[in-house]
Structures are given as structure tokens and as C-alpha cells.
């Protein structure tokens, strides 16, 4: 499947790292002008180098007015993967207000704050548009310790069907993908325990965890044309998890 974005406008957030890094890289590669978005300004700084022309936007996106005060201008974006999120360990019983409100703010208030100054923007330049959001498949199924962070997933599929919904008529589109383990620095941190892991791989139909290759085609293919008949979906990219 070759892909084309040259010179189409793309904002990725969550750039930094893993999945978010290297949707930036295959854009830049297939000639979207990328806005790069992170927390961290070294990773920024590594990725501009590789991705020579990247416009990069270093912010904390869990702080609702440094999001504002660093995107409410950020120009036009055509394609939008919303990928940042924090994934807190914690038992139900000990889940904090602070790790609550600090993972909902970054996994799904910026979802919706980003997605509405891009859609604000699609819609007043009279442009289509493709918003992909990097859910996961524990929006469908548990894992132990991940309950705030699965909720915030869950609450992504139902942001994906009430935009593709909303913003349908102006011929923006919203989908999303919904991964299993990516060994990225999440992955790592969430699966220390290599016995767990053995077993958790073993259940999946495929006896493997996704690759962010694998993730990145999802979202691409959902940013494209090839998938121009699709909003309010979500790519399962679990190695068979959900069927098991
Ligand atoms: P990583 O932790 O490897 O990378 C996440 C990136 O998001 C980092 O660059 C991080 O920056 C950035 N980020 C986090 N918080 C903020 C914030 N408040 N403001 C700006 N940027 C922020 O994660 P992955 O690449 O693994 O995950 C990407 C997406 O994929 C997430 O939505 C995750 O939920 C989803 N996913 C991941 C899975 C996995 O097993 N890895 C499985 C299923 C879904 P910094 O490091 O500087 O904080």
C-alpha cells in the first residue's frame, strides 16, 4: 500500500517516544509537514534532527492553558493523531485523585482540547480532514492495575463515534487504533514481570505483542485516503486478543 501525504499539514502529539516518534517519522517520509507535539524538549530536539523541517511544540498537553497558549494558533492540520497518554500503575483500591485526574487530563481532556482546535480550523478553512486517536484494546478488555487508564480508553471509543458523528458533515473523519502490548518505554513499564508476560503473550492468537511498525500502518491507513469511508471505527491491532 504506498501512501502519499506530501505537503499535507499533520500534527502528532505524544511525538517524543515510541509510537507518537515514529508516526512522525513515516509521515515526514511519505512528505506530510509534521508539527511534532511532546513534553520532553531533548527527544523533540533528537527527532528534528532525524526529520530534518519538523516544526516541533514542546508542552505538558495534561495543562489546559499551556495547551491553549502553545496550539490555539498552531496553524492548519489536515490529519491529527492524538497519541500522548500516561499509564499509571495502581491496584482499584489505591487509585489516587491525583493519578485520576493527572491521567484523564493528559490521555483524554487533551484529546478533546486538540481535536477541537483542529476540527475548529478544518471546518473554518473548508477542508477535510482524518483525526486518528491512539486508544487500546483495555478500552475493551482488562488488565490488572490499569483501571484509570483503561477508563480513559473506553471513554475514547465513545469521543470516536460522537465526533465522527458531529463532525461527519464537514467531511472530517474520526477513528481510532486500539493496540495490545507495544514493547515501547509504556510497554516496559507496564509489563515488568517477565513471567506475566510470557503468559499475557501466550493469549494472544498470534503468540506475539504488536510492533509500533504495525500500530503506525493502522494509523496511517486511517489518515488516508484509503480509508475514506471510515469514521466512528476503531483498527484492533492485537495479535487476536479479542477473539481468544
Ligand atoms: P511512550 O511512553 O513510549 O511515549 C509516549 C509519548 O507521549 C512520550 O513522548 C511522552 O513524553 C508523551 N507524553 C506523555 N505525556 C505527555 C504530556 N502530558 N504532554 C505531552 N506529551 C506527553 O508511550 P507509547 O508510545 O507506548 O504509547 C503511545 C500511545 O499508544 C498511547 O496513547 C498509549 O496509551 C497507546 N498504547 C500503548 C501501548 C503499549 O503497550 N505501549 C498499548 C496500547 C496503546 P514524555 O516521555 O516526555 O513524558
Redesign the pocket.
Known amino acids: 500500500m504506498q501512501l502519499n501525504f506530501r505537503g499535507l499539514p499533520a500534527l502528532v502529539?505524544?511525538?517524543?517516544?515510541?509510537?507518537?516518534?515514529d508516526t512522525v517519522k513515516a509521515l515526514h517520509a511519505l512528505g506530510a509537514k509534521v508539527v511534532a507535539?511532546?513534553?520532553?524538549d531533548t527527544?523533540l530536539v533528537s527527532l528534528s534532527k532525524e526529520c530534518p523541517g519538523i516544526q516541533t511544540v514542546c508542552?505538558?498537553?495534561?495543562d489546559w492553558d499551556a495547551t491553549e497558549r502553545a496550539l490555539g494558533n498552531v496553524g492548519p492540520v489536515d490529519l491529527l493523531v492524538n497519541?500522548?497518554?500516561?499509564?499509571p500503575l495502581q491496584p482499584f483500591l489505591e487509585v489516587t485523585k491525583e493519578v485520576f485526574d493527572r491521567t484523564f487530563n493528559?490521555?483524554l481532556r487533551?484529546l478533546v482540547q486538540v481535536s477541537q482546535i483542529v476540527a475548529r480550523g478544518m471546518i473554518h478553512r473548508g477542508v477535510p480532514g482524518s483525526i486518528v486517536h491512539?486508544?487500546?484494546?483495555?478500552a475493551y478488555v482488562t488488565l490488572p492495575n490499569l483501571s484509570v487508564?483503561s477508563s480513559t480508553?473506553g471513554a475514547i471509543s465513545v469521543f470516536t463515534r460522537a465526533m465522527a458523528a458531529e463532525l461527519g458533515p464537514y467531511k472530517i473523519r474520526v477513528n481510532s487504533v486500539?493496540?495490545?502490548?507495544?514493547?515501547?518505554?509504556?510497554?516496559q513499564k507496564?509489563l515488568t514481570d517477565p513471567e506475566i508476560a510470557r503468559k499475557l503473550k501466550e493469549r494472544h492468537p498470534l503468540q506475539k505483542?504488536?510492533e509500533?511498525e504495525d500500530?503506525v500502518n493502522s494509523i496511517l491507513f486511517l489518515l488516508s485516503d484509503r480509508s475514506a469511508s471510515t469514521s466512528g471505527s476503531g483498527i484492533l491491532v492485537d495479535a487476536g486478543y479479542l477473539a481468544s
Open positions: 502529539t505524544g511525538a517524543g517516544k515510541g509510537i507518537g516518534r507535539v511532546s513534553r520532553t527527544d508542552v505538558d498537553l495534561g497519541n500522548a497518554a500516561v499509564a493528559v490521555n487533551s491512539v486508544s487500546s484494546m483495555v487508564y480508553k486500539n493496540p495490545t502490548v507495544v514493547l515501547t518505554a509504556m510497554g507496564v505483542f504488536a509500533t500500530v
